[in-house]
């Protein structure tokens, strides 16, 4: 069973910075695609950012480009996202998810999702 599990939120003052991790279990993440995705109280679930299996195809939300990066390292079967000058806007629950090889700007074609990690930036 594919299984990922994120970790790493906290509280973090303005300007802070948090590193989420997606471990995955019962399956290598090297022939995925991991995505990371967010949702604040009352709005939809928004993509921030994805990258390929082979690491070859990173892009970001406009809202986090520049501050967040996200990386993988299959040999610890572990997806990153540092997050950067973090601001009360990035508050919300940070899901990862997987799909085969390739990132999509369609978050349906995504499986596999986490419980999720709650950011909180706040002073």
């Known amino acids: 069973q594919l299984q990922v599990v994120e970790s790493g939120g906290g509280l973090v003052q303005p300007g802070g910075s948090l590193r989420l991790s997606c471990a995955a279990s019962g399956f290598t993440l090297d022939y995925y695609a991991i995505g990371w995705f967010r949702q604040a109280p009352g709005k939809e679930r928004e993509g921030v950012s994805c990258i390929s299996s082979r690491g070859a195809s990173i892009n970001y939300a406009n809202s986090v480009k520049g501050r967040f990066t996200i990386s993988r390292e299959n040999t610890k079967n572990t997806v990153y996202l540092q997050m950067n000058s973090l601001e009360p806007e990035d508050t919300a629950v940070y899901y990862c998810?997987?799909?085969?090889?390739?990132?999509?700007?369609?978050?349906?074609?995504?499986?596999?999702w986490g419980q999720g990690t709650q950011v909180t930036v706040s002073s």
């Open positions: 998810a997987t799909r085969r090889s390739h990132c999509s700007a369609d978050t349906s074609v995504f499986g596999s």
